[in-house]
C-alpha cells in the first residue's frame, strides 16, 4: 500500500504543478496579445521612417549629422533584451549564442532583463548600464535607453552600437538577432522603404536630420523592446502550454500505474481471503 500512496501523492503533485502552468499559460496569452499588436502596429511606423531616410539620402547625399558618422575604431557598446522570468523556452539562450557569435569578444552591454545580464557578468562583460522596461512597454522607457545610447555614441565612446533582440515571427517562432544602431545606417533601395524623391525639406537636409535621427534612433529601441516583449510572452505561452500538455499525459500514465497496482493489491486480498476460506473448511 506504500506505493500507492507514493501514486497518490505523486498524481496530486503533478495535478498541483498542471493547475499552475495552466494559469500562466492563461496569462502569457492574454498579454500576448496586446505585445503582438504592439510590435505589429510599430512596423508599419518604422517603414515610413526608413522611407524618409532613404528620400534624404538619395536626394541629398551632402546631409550630415553625427550619428551617421563612420569610425574605423573596434569598441561597441550593445544593447542586449532579454527576459527578466524564465519559463519561456530557449528563447534567451538562443539570443545569447547570436550576441556572442555576432557581437565583439570585448564588448560592453546595455542590458535590459535579469537573465542575460547574469550571464554577461559571468562571461566577464562591462555592464554599462542596466534598465527595467514595464508591460506593456511605453515609449518614454525607450527614449530613455536611446538616450544613453546615443550619447555614449556622441562622447566618442564607442564607435559602434548594436541592438541584440528577439524579432517576433509568429506565435511559435521568435527570431534572435543582432542590428546596428548607431552609427545610422540610411537604407539604400530597401524593399520596405517608400521613398519617392518628390519631397522637399525646410529649412534644410541637415536641419531635418537633426530632427528625425534621434527619433528614429528612439523607435528603433522601442521596437525591438516590444517586439522582444511579444516573444517572451509567445515563448511563454507556448512553453506553459507544453508543460501543461505534458503534465496531463503523465497524470494519465500514474493513473493507469496506481490502478494496476489498486487493482493487484484487491486481488490478492481476494486471494487471501479464498485461501483462508479453504483451509476453514
Do not use: W
Not at 512596423?43 to 526608413?50: A, G, P
Not at 575604431?73 to 542586449?80: D, N, Q
Not at 527576459?83 to 557569435?101: F, M, Q, Y
Not at 566618442?156 to 545610422?184: C, H, W
Request: aromatic content about 6%; proline content about 3%.
Amino acid at each position: 500500500m506504500a506505493n500507492l500512496r507514493d501514486i497518490r501523492r505523486r498524481i496530486k503533485s503533478v495535478k498541483n504543478t498542471a493547475q499552475i502552468t495552466r494559469a500562466m499559460q492563461l496569462v502569457a496569452a492574454a498579454k500576448m496579445k496586446k505585445a503582438q499588436d504592439q510590435a505589429l502596429a510599430g512596423r508599419e511606423y518604422s517603414k515610413q521612417l526608413n522611407g524618409v531616410l532613404q528620400d534624404i539620402s538619395e536626394g541629398f547625399s551632402d546631409a550630415t549629422h553625427p550619428l551617421l558618422e563612420n569610425r574605423t575604431g573596434s569598441r561597441e557598446l550593445v544593447l542586449i533584451i532579454s527576459t527578466d522570468k524564465g519559463l519561456c523556452g530557449a528563447i534567451n539562450t538562443n539570443l545569447a549564442r547570436v550576441v556572442r557569435a555576432k557581437t565583439a569578444e570585448g564588448a560592453d552591454c546595455v542590458t535590459v532583463g535579469r537573465k542575460l545580464r547574469v550571464m554577461m557578468e559571468k562571461l566577464g562583460r562591462k555592464i554599462v548600464a542596466d534598465f527595467s522596461v514595464k508591460d506593456p512597454v511605453p515609449f518614454a522607457d525607450a527614449r530613455a535607453i536611446a538616450a544613453l545610447l546615443s550619447k555614449q555614441f556622441l562622447a566618442g565612446n564607442y564607435d559602434k552600437v548594436s541592438v541584440a533582440y528577439t524579432r517576433f515571427v509568429n506565435t511559435m517562432t521568435q527570431q534572435p538577432e543582432v542590428i546596428q544602431l548607431l552609427p545610422v545606417v540610411t537604407p539604400q533601395n530597401h524593399a520596405d522603404t517608400t521613398a519617392t524623391n518628390d519631397f522637399l525639406f525646410e529649412p534644410s537636409p541637415d536641419d531635418v536630420l537633426s530632427a528625425i535621427l534621434p527619433l528614429y534612433v528612439n523607435f528603433q529601441v522601442f521596437q525591438a523592446l516590444v517586439e522582444a516583449r511579444a516573444s517572451e510572452h509567445s515563448a511563454r505561452m507556448v512553453a506553459m502550454k507544453s508543460a501543461t500538455d505534458n503534465a496531463k499525459k503523465f497524470i494519465k500514465e500514474l493513473t493507469l500505474e496506481y490502478n494496476k497496482l489498486r487493482q493487484g493489491a484487491i486481488t490478492a486480498e481476494l486471494l487471501e481471503i479464498t485461501t483462508a476460506m479453504k483451509a476453514m473448511e
